[in-house]
């Protein structure tokens, strides 16, 4: 569907301004992950990198140290990681990563994403 200007909206989404200068976008499409989808997946997310730091393929900062190790996990057990792909799914990308700020998080959205 191409973009749309009307009045204060850009194709589905609406710019609401609020005092003298805060500007809030609607997101009316209807979908998206919710607070509880995001949760979850931010806490499966977290609880996998926890494996991954245990078993050496991720420092404790996040760092990748074995990004092979990382993939294969994440290929192996996509079951595992439901909630973080649903999420995604629903739009909760950005949502997720700026909850999770590491590098393997990155790599784990993403390759989530493809899956």
């Known amino acids: 569907m191409p973009d749309y200007v009307y009045g204060t909206s850009v194709g589905r ?3 609401v ?4 200068g ?3 976008t609607v997101n009316n499409s209807g979908e998206g992950a919710s607070r509880a989808e995001i949760d979850a997946a931010v806490a499966e ?3 996998f ?3 991954l730091t245990r078993t050496g393929a991720v420092t404790p900062d996040g760092t990748v140290t074995d ?3 990382v993939v294969a996990a994440v290929e192996s057990e996509p079951g ?5 792909g649903t999420a995604i799914a629903g739009g909760a990308k950005e949502a997720i990563l700026t909850a999770v700020q590491t590098g393997v ?3 784990i959205v993403a390759l989530v994403g493809k899956l």
Do not use: F, K, V, W
């Not at 301004?17 to 003298?20: A, P, R």
């Open 13 to 15: 989404d609406s710019y």
């Open 17 to 20: 301004q609020h005092g003298s």
């Open 22 to 24: 805060s500007i809030i």
């Open 45 to 47: 997310l977290r609880a």
């Open 49 to 51: 990198i926890t494996t």
């Open 67 to 69: 990004p092979a190790a």
């Open 80 to 84: 595992r990681l439901r909630a973080l």
């Open 105 to 107: 998080a990155t790599l």
